[in-house]
């Protein structure tokens, strides 16, 4: 079983940054992949970043590529993901995910088999 916290969401001015954090319980944290996803008011949840087992591999939506670094911490069970340039569009409420059967990372929300509760991120322009 794997908890995720999400926590670090909040307000921020376009072109600002904000550094999410998700701590996972769990003995075996650094062997599973973990992901970010977000979900807008009345859209579909969506992929926006994930990490393999050990931090070296990692993959991206285009529409954050660039401005968002997603990261681990495998000693702390922590993944974080930093978001620069933030825009409007990029207002959602974040969730993280856990996929305990690999430690690829994967872009498919049908992957993940363990999730946070969210935390809100809220741009203003």
């Known amino acids: 079983q794997v908890q995720l916290v999400e926590s670090g969401g909040g307000l921020v001015q376009a072109g600002g940054s904000l550094r999410l954090s998700c701590a996972a319980s769990?003995?075996?944290?650094?062997?599973?992949?973990m992901g970010w996803f977000r979900q807008a008011p009345g859209k579909e949840r969506e992929f926006v970043a994930a990490?393999?087992?050990?931090?070296?591999?990692?993959i991206y939506a285009d529409s954050v590529k660039g401005r968002f670094t997603i990261s681990r911490d495998n000693a702390k069970r922590t993944v974080y993901l930093q978001m620069n340039s933030l825009k409007p569009e990029d207002t959602a409420v974040y969730f993280c995910?856990?996929?305990?059967?690999?430690?690829?990372?994967?872009?498919?929300?049908?992957?993940?088999?363990?999730w946070g509760q969210g935390t809100q991120v809220t741009v203003s322009s």
């Open positions: 990490i393999g087992w050990s931090g070296g591999s990692t």
């Open positions: 995910a856990a996929d305990d059967d690999s430690g690829i990372p994967k872009k498919l929300r049908l992957f993940y088999d363990y």
């Open positions: 769990g003995r075996t944290f650094g062997s599973y992949a």
